[in-house]
């Protein structure tokens, strides 16, 4: 496999007085303080949306930064950003990472076909934590890019798209079981309500409340010991 950052080192702590702009000045991971190292201290993680996904837009403009990994199939893009993925976590010495279902693997026309290519991608990615020795701190579902989710998931109006969203938590906890995720997140970008003239506040807040309590049940049937976050 190809080297993504070839102009990037592995960081290395070299104290305060270091000039060299890739290097740590102050965080020193084998360092003891009270009992712990910094690295037990301080459990830095990469996000995966913004690390490996994000390509700079805004809603004046389009991707300003090339995230194809050198690939045009979506899931070539999707199996060459894992790689580079753990080659970045290692160079930087970060032992944790989080994701989005969306952030690892492209959605497709169905959702049978969706949870196939998270399937591929997970193997893959299970495959490089083994290998570098990085762990997942939270997974999650992306509830809020896709059209569908226009009205929110858990608080939407429709009931096929409450439907889907309680499927696309299931698969998400799932992955994050598969990858030994230390906790869960209910990520809530677009729940609420569009306008007063069309919501039923407290249909909402009891729907979104049932998709979390079946979620918490389904995560402990299927063996999730972390924590829950919302």
């Known amino acids: ?42 459990r830095f993680a990469m996000s995966y949306w913004h690390t490996m996904v994000a390509e700079g837009t805004d809603m004046f403009g ?34 944790f990472y989080c994701f989005h279902d969306r952030d690892i693997a492209p959605e497709a026309d169905h959702l049978a076909e969706t949870n196939r290519r998270l399937d591929e991608i997970t193997d893959l ?44 938590v299931k698969k998400a906890l799932e992955l994050t079981v598969k990858l030994g995720g230390e906790g869960y997140v209910f990520w809530g970008g677009r729940e609420g309500y569009e306008t007063l003239l069309n919501t039923d506040m407290k249909l909402e807040r009891d729907n979104v409340a049932r998709l979390m309590r ?10 999730f010991t972390g924590d829950f976050y919302v």
């Open 62 to 95: 389009v991707g300003t930064v090339d995230k194809s990994y050198g690939a045009h199939d979506p899931m070539e893009q999707a199996r060459n950003k894992v790689h580079a993925s753990f080659e970045l976590m290692n160079k930087l010495g970060l032992d």
């Open 214 to 223: 079946m979620a918490v049940d389904y995560g402990r049937s299927i063996g």
């Open 125 to 168: 990615m299970l495959e490089q934590q083994k290998k570098y020795n990085k762990k997942v701190l939270w997974g999650t579902a992306n509830l809020f890019t896709n059209p569908r989710y226009r009205h929110g998931a858990g608080t939407a109006c429709s009931a096929d798209v409450f439907a889907f969203a309680a499927a696309q």
């Open 1 to 42: 496999m190809k080297e993504f950052y070839p102009n990037v080192p592995t960081i290395t702590y070299e104290g305060s007085k270091t000039s060299n702009m890739l290097a740590f000045r102050y965080y020193n991971p084998d360092e003891v303080i009270a009992g712990k190292t910094m690295r037990e201290h301080l």
